[in-house]
């Protein structure tokens, strides 16, 4: 497996790091972020503070890929951009768009669902200023893989910033030479998938104008054109 000799030698992964690529709440690969989530989780103690799943359909066309959770967003909840500023805006746009029952994510226990699509993080651990390293980012992709095992052909893939563009081209073996992220591009890529970028929704993004809601909301268009989908009159 991809990840093993390099991450061990520097020290990173644990020797149980090898392992079946599917989701698992008790992953401690990357020793500095589980040791991080350990403090966090006596600073706030009602936090989950664990590898945060995808959430969504499993059978998804669309499947939305963010950087990794937020402190006290899905860290704290347990679903991606659930709890802060950051899904504000995502989750009104997938309910505009007819992804989402709701246009408001706000506990692991709502009744929220989500149509044709999934949400997932290139990274399942909260890392230090939001910051997780290359060999962090390389040694969680194998669950991103997984995450992209089940799109179907002709499927669609969101990346949220360049970070998670990265992410998604190393799960898929694309060349990132071939592919160089720009908000509102799509790639072909060999698998059938058609990956899109958006600047992330982040507050700061957002607050600066960066990224607006009319900007989001167009590469969705792009999306929904791809998939064939109308979008719902609200
Ligand atoms: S970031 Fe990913 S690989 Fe690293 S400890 Fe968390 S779940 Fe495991």
Redesign the pocket.
Do not use: F, I
């Given at each position: 497996m991809r990840i093993g000799a390099d991450a061990k030698k520097a020290g990173i992964v644990t020797d149980t790091a090898i392992r079946t690529p599917v989701y698992d709440a008790g992953?401690?690969?990357?020793v500095r972020?589980?040791s991080f989530l350990d403090e966090v989780r006596v600073a706030y103690p009602s936090y989950r503070c664990l590898?945060v799943p995808p959430f969504g359909d499993p059978g998804a066309r669309l499947v939305i890929v963010g950087l990794a959770p937020g402190m006290h967003g899905a860290n704290a909840t347990g679903r991606p951009f659930t709890g802060d500023f950051a899904g504000i805006l995502l989750y009104e746009t997938l309910y505009a768009h007819g992804y989402a029952s709701s246009p408001k994510s706000r506990t692991i226990d709502d009744p929220l669902t989500l149509v044709d699509c999934r949400i997932t993080n290139s990274?399942?651990?909260l890392p230090p200023q939001n910051k997780p390293t290359p060999l962090?980012m390389r040694?969680?992709n194998d669950?991103l893989v997984a995450d992209l095992a089940a799109l179907p052909a002709g499927g669609a893939v969101l990346a949220l910033g360049r970070v998670a563009h990265d992410a998604v081209l190393i799960a898929l073996g694309a060349r990132r030479g071939s592919h160089p992220f720009a908000h509102g591009a799509k790639h072909a890529l060999d698998n059938g998938a058609m990956l899109f970028d958006s600047y992330h929704c982040s507050r700061y993004n957002t607050n600066t104008g960066r990224l607006t809601a009319a900007m989001f909301r167009s590469v969705f268009d792009l999306i929904d054109a791809h998939l064939d989908r109308a979008r719902p009159q609200r």
């Open positions: 992953c401690r690969r990357c972020l589980a590898p990274v399942k651990c962090e040694t969680c669950y």
